[in-house]
Nanobody, 113 residues
């Protein structure tokens, strides 16, 4: 099971980024997927969850209305569109299949002027 996150970077407050996560090693379209983030000195937190077909989606209160999780089962990829970014969104972002104990390397998102 492997996850390769990409799309992070440095962005000004109010800006946008789109993260991607390419998954392999399991039948992608049969499993829910999640995005997590970990800020310096803080515990890893769940940001967003999407079921196997994209019909059930949940967000952390801190990102609701600003972030959108989606998936393309033909490409074995899950996305996180992040709009109206705030400095407190600065973190390393990870995707994960909740059924497997495997993490990717993450992608760094830094929101700063």
């Amino acid at each position: 099971v492997q996850f390769v996150e990409s799309g992070g970077g440095l962005v000004q407050p109010g800006g946008s980024l789109r993260l991607s996560c390419a998954a392999s090693g399991f039948t992608f379209n049969m499993y829910a997927m999640r995005w997590y983030r970990q800020a310096p000195g803080k515990e890893r937190e769940l940001v967003a969850h999407i079921d196997s077909i994209g019909s059930s989606i949940n967000y952390a209160d801190s990102v609701k209305g600003r972030f959108t999780i989606s998936r393309d089962n033909a490409k074995n990829t899950v996305y996180l569109q992040m709009n109206s970014l705030k400095p407190e969104d600065t973190a390393v972002y990870y995707c994960k299949n909740p059924k497997f104990n495997s993490w990717g390397q993450g992608t760094q998102v830094t929101v700063s002027s």
